[in-house]
């Protein structure tokens, strides 16, 4: 199984970006599909998770401004966000649960993706 995340950029404060991440491989069900983030100096923090039921839940940080969707069907999920500040500047990384055609359950992550928001 394979994680592919992708949109990330440079944007104005206050501007919008959209990350998106395709799983691929051997997938049965993917449980939960997240986003996290890591800035410099910090350590990596959950920024919004999503279930394949479709509940959904974001870091205080974020709330009211990001926003995560899936698409079970493709095995595609995203995260809108907009309002960005300059505190959400980040490599962002996707990740899942999921189980695969052998049944087995494990964690996975994409690469990161550079999300920078100039003030």
């Known amino acids: 199984v394979q994680l592919q995340a992708s949109g990330g950029g440079l944007v104005q404060a206050g501007g919008s970006l959209r990350l998106s991440c395709a799983a691929s491989g051997s997938i049965f069900v993917i449980n939960t599909m997240g986003w996290y983030r890591q800035a410099p100096g910090k350590e990596r923090e959950l920024v919004a998770t999503?279930?394949?039921?479709?509940?959904?839940g974001y870091a205080n940080s974020v709330k009211g401004r990001f926003t995560i969707s899936r698409d079970i069907a493709k095995s595609t999920w995203s995260l809108q966000m907009n309002t960005l500040k300059a505190e959400d500047t980040a490599v962002y990384y996707c990740d899942a649960d999921i189980h695969d055609l052998r049944s087995i359950r494990g964690g996975y992550w994409g690469q990161g993706t550079q999300v920078t928001v100039s003030s």
């Open positions: 999503i279930t394949s039921g479709g509940r959904t």
